[in-house]
């Protein structure tokens, strides 16, 4: 598993759901073993962790993934062939994660917060990771996946310009990235009523959307 390569066999993607998972359990235990008034500071730490990664999440693919080289180009693979095992390899995302997110937190926290911030980190990759492959390996008929599904795939079929949330649609509606629905692409009707109606909505409001 090479540092730049993205697409990759099943061992090897596997492998980072594997990885992240054991250190996200691992530390959530060592979480549990914290004292009564210390649990609970370091679990509002771990909530910040994950508000945190939220918002990096809708900011990567945004300015990073589809503007900025070469991520811009190695995402594009990924609109390419959306069914191929392309991820972040493990060394590279453990690594950003351990230079941007765990060291900033440590030196700037104490080293018990900066753990729980750094579990809350990891915590939203990974259910960012299991979430996207989710969206196009699974079939659900859960609402809240169907959901997802029908907002990514305007995504990847409509406008790269808009939806950017995989996860979650938040801060695309903070941010105004709700791209139009155009009229060749319609919702499937798997798609739950709410959920699809949620999105036609959003969608009429910000039909003029441009990408800024």
């Known amino acids: 598993m090479f540092l730049f390569t993205l697409r990759h066999n099943k061992s090897a993607y596997y492998a980072d759901f594997v990885a992240y998972t054991t250190v996200v359990v691992l530390m959530a235990a060592w979480l549990l073993q914290q004292p009564g008034g210390q649990a609970l500071r370091l679990t509002a730490t771990v909530v910040a962790g ?72 990891v915590a939203g990759y990974l259910g960012y990771s299991a979430t996207h492959h989710a969206i196009h390996h699974w079939r659900s008929r859960g609402a809240w996946l169907r959901e997802r599904k029908s907002a990514h795939a305007l995504h990847h079929h409509a406008a790269q310009s808009c939806w950017f949330g995989v996860t979650s649609s938040g801060w695309d509606r903070a941010f105004q990235s709700i791209g139009a629905l155009p009229d060749s692409l319609r919702i499937r009707p798997a798609v739950s009523r709410k959920g699809a109606a949620r999105i036609r909505r959003e969608s009429g409001q910000r039909a003029r959307w441009g990408g800024s």
Not at 83 to 91: D, E, K, R, V, W
């Open 50 to 121: 994950l508000a945190g990664w939220s918002l990096a999440e809708y900011l990567l693919h945004r300015f990073v993934l589809h503007g900025l080289a070469p991520f811009k180009q190695w995402h594009a693979a990924h609109h390419q062939h959306p069914s191929a095992l392309i991820c972040t390899p493990l060394l590279l995302s453990g690594s950003l994660i351990a230079l941007l997110v765990a060291l900033p937190a440590w030196w700037l926290l104490d080293s018990a917060a900066a753990c729980a911030l750094t579990l809350g980190f």
